[in-house]
């Protein structure tokens, strides 16, 4: 049995607006398992982010507790310092990175810095590191080449890259997939879900593309107003929060096949 690396204890998630907070979702209570690809899924607006920023400790949670368990034993997120940090989760985000004249192999190689000294100085154990993340990645054949003339799956996978090279147990994703066509999704999900089991990697992120993440994603996390649902594809489907989620007016969920159709409703 995979065991949970991330536990959320009545969690409560949210920001501060002017002089007020702004809940978003409260008393959540779930686990993420190490050897995992865990998909979250949800309407715009709803919270997707501010979750992911709070479980990356880019911003303070509201109440409640997130433990991290990586080694045997839970310890507290807000306890950590960003060294420590850095050396535990690993954040992939939407943002395409803005560089000029850095080679691949020089953009996953950023993803030692938590190892170096002050001067950022490679060894080359660290060199090693990096080139066997390019090689679990499979873009040996861009190590040389610059980043920005990579297309976006191309880029996204030298991220994901440089979050192996971090070498951390956690990796987190914003919406890894957002700016890439179909073949080079499916890609990245199938890359994902592949690091999760054979490195047994505790691999979480968000994602629009919900009929992808029903076919490859191991658990779902689907976010609703005030409400998270978690489960394997299967059960939400069959307890009814996917259906519930998807319908409405022409839009169908066929739950044999985890599927969305659309029905025509011309004459």
Known sequence: MNEPTI?????????????SVKTVVSHINASIA???LTCLLGSNGVGKSTLLRTL?????????SIMLNTSGQAVALDTLTDKQLSRLIGVVLTEKPDVRNMT???MVA?????YTGFWGTLSKDDYRI????IE????????QRMVDTLSDGERQKV??????????PVIFLDEPTAFLDFPSKVEVMQLLRHLASTMQKTIFMSTHDLELALQVADTIWLMEKERLSVGTPRQLADNGALPNFVEREGIKFDRETLSVRIENSLN
């Open 7 to 19: 536990i959320l204890q009545d969690l409560s998630i949210g920001y501060t607006q002017k002089h």
């Open 34 to 36: 190490q050897g995992k």
């Open 56 to 64: 990356s400790a880019f911003q303070p949670k509201l109440s409640g």
């Open 104 to 106: 691949v192999r020089e």
């Open 110 to 114: 950023l993803g030692r810095s938590p």
């Open 130 to 133: 990096v080139d066997e993340s």
């Open 136 to 143: 679990l990645v499979g873009i040996q054949v861009l190590s």
């Open 159 to 168: 991220m994901i890259a440089k979050a192996l090279a971090q070498r951390t």
